[in-house]
């Protein structure tokens, strides 16, 4: 053996390379030689990997719609313009060869439970192409059209003139559950002069910082770098828009990348993650007083609500 070479290291990257290799074997016989048409519900459309979310589950979009009521009740009032909105997964962008989720009913759902809220239809904004080859996220450089409608709806302004940055390669989540050769992701940001000059507070770590973390990219999921990723609670604070006018988001991870491009339109904005904060509290940490209430949250949160608090 060479010197100074431990031979448990060299017998420890031998079995990670060769289970790697076992697992693409795997999965190839599967769907080459069985054809299946996915495995572990991952199947590759063009050169997308896609989760096959289905069916839906009525009794969960009613749960989320319920939590959406329990924060209207409790918080907001005639000061408030409410508005909500569903992100799309993947997999309706895909031809109907595989199973989709109902998302007329998933939108009646969310329509006949959520009074006095206006809907934003965002899904004619998107296509696969706006999400990544390897992830669930969408891409923020695609997002310009789902942030102008946005902002028709709530009537508020953004110029969209953006500098495009690519800051990171990498294999999203779906790339591990589907072992198979597959291009790989970039994470790109968009930047402006607003963007740049804002400020985002993330009370959880106490930091203050900018927009974009770029410690994040040294990290497990590169796509933190938007607003540092999960998170209870984000304030963006933009000192060139002299309105006063506030936002408060409710949402999840995809909001991360879509908020800096509404930054502009407000001075402050609110994201709220109550996957890891209780609404009950929320009083003690976010003023709602005269502020735009967004509900943005995906079809694979609305399909799984049992994750919010």
């Known amino acids: 053996r060479k010197e100074g070479v ?7 990257k031998y079995h990670e390379e060769f289970s790697e290799t076992f697992r693409k074997l795997k999965t190839s016989v599967e769907l080459d030689v069985f054809k299946k048409q996915d495995v572990n519900k991952i199947y590759k459309y063009n050169d997308f990997l896609v989760e096959q979310i289905y069916p839906l589950d009525e009794k969960s979009a009613t749960n989320l719609t319920n939590k959406i009521n329990y924060i209207k009740d409790s918080y907001l009032n ?20 595989h199973l989709k989720l109902d998302y007329d009913k998933m939108q009646q759902i969310m329509e006949n439970n959520l009074n006095g809220l206006q809907y934003i239809d965002i899904f004619q904004d998107l296509s696969l ?10 891409k923020q450089e695609k997002l310009q059209n789902v942030a102008k409608t946005i902002a028709e709806n709530m009537n508020f302004s953004i110029t969209q003139n953006y500098n495009e940055q690519k800051v990171a390669t990498f294999k999203g989540v779906y790339a591990g559950q589907l072992p198979i050769n597959t291009k790989e ?3 790109k940001i968009l930047v402006n002069n607003v963007i740049a000059d804002a400020n985002a507070y993330n009370y959880e770590t106490k930091e203050q910082g900018g927009i974009y973390n770029f410690k994040k990219l040294t990290g497990y999921d590169k796509y933190d770098i938007y607003l540092s990723g999960a998170t209870p609670l984000i304030e963006i604070s933009n000192a060139n828009n002299k309105t006063n006018k506030t936002l408060v988001i409710f949402r999840d991870s995809y909001a991360s990348s879509l908020a800096p491009l509404l930054t502009e339109g407000y001075s402050k904005i609110t994201l709220v993650d109550t996957r890891y904060i209780s ?12 502020a735009d209430i967004l509900f943005l949250y995906s079809t694979l949160i609305i399909n799984n609500s049992m994750a919010l608090k």
């Not at 005639?78 to 060869?97: A, R």
């Open 6 to 12: 431990d031979p448990k290291e060299i017998a420890s």
């Open 78 to 97: 005639e000061t408030n313009k409410i508005y909500y909105s569903i992100i799309p997964d993947k997999n309706y962008y895909t031809d109907n060869s």
């Open 129 to 138: 192409d706006s999400y990544y080859y390897t992830d669930s996220h969408w």
């Open 185 to 187: 992701d970039e994470i």
């Open 279 to 290: 609404p009950k509290i929320l009083n003690e940490y976010v003023n709602f007083e005269n």
